[in-house]
């Protein structure tokens, strides 16, 4: 079946610094990929749609130059978090499907807990 | 967006009780899933069931979408089946709403 490699797993930064975070799928080709955001003991938040070739669409409230989003190939989104703050620690999931196979579910990342003290 | 509820918000069971979450929402949907999280943050996808049942094991789920809900039901309930169970719906521009979820706790 469809995998979604996401590295890293586990990230601690320096407030003021800038972490990336990977999306991989790994035996198809994306080219959308979604992320998420989770806050503890919240729900997942959708933050942005990937395309690959063209600039990431964000939900209302996400700061696109905070958050950059890069889809260079079809295999591979990446998350920057820019200048990151303790308010931006959280739980990022990303997710995708193999083209044409959208309705038989999506399949997501292991997710990355960052941390930003 | 589609607004989603899942209830009940927490649930703890004995080992081997059965239990129902529900999934409510908001406007009709392409597709709704069914996600276990487990305490590492891995979401585990249960069910794609936009509409009709499916059964899996243990584990099996309804989506009534006229009537804007879904089922999920566990019977024989596990401590491996401790974890916050999602449920999330598809809209037409492929993006997941995901409901607040339902924590189960399983007790030995």
């Known amino acids: 079946g469809a995998v979604v490699s996401q590295h890293p797993s586990r990230v601690i930064c320096k407030s003021g610094t800038s972490v990336k975070i990977e999306c991989r799928s790994l035996?198809?080709?994306?080219?959308?990929m979604f992320w998420y955001r989770q806050f503890p003991k919240q729900s997942l938040m959708l933050m942005a749609t990937s395309n690959e070739g063209s600039k990431a669409t964000y939900e209302q409230g996400v700061e696109k130059d905070k958050f950059l989003i890069n889809h260079a190939s079809l295999t591979l989104s990446t998350l920057t978090v820019t200048s990151a703050h303790p308010e931006d620690s959280s739980f990022y999931i990303c997710?995708?499907?193999?083209?044409?196979?959208?309705?038989?579910?999506?399949?997501f990342g292991s997710g990355t807990r960052l941390t930003v003290v | 967006g589609i607004q989603v509820e899942q209830s009940p918000p927490d649930l703890i069971l004995q080992e081997g009780a059965n239990s129902t979450l529900r999934c409510n929402f908001s406007d009709s949907v392409n597709n709704l899933q069914w996600f276990h999280q487990n305490p590492w943050g891995q979401l585990i996808n249960l069910f794609y069931i936009p509409s009709g049942t499916k059964q899996n094991g243990r584990l099996s789920a309804t989506t009534v979408a006229t009537e804007r809900y879904s089922l999920l039901y566990i019977s024989s309930s596990q401590t491996t089946d401790s974890g916050v169970y999602f449920c999330?719906?598809?809209?037409?521009?492929?993006?997941?709403?995901f409901g607040s979820g339902t924590k189960l706790n399983v007790k030995p």
């Open positions: 999330a719906v598809v809209s037409d521009f492929n993006k997941f709403y």
């Open positions: 035996d198809f080709q994306a080219t959308t």
């Open positions: 997710s995708a499907t193999p083209p044409g196979q959208a309705n038989y579910g999506y399949t």
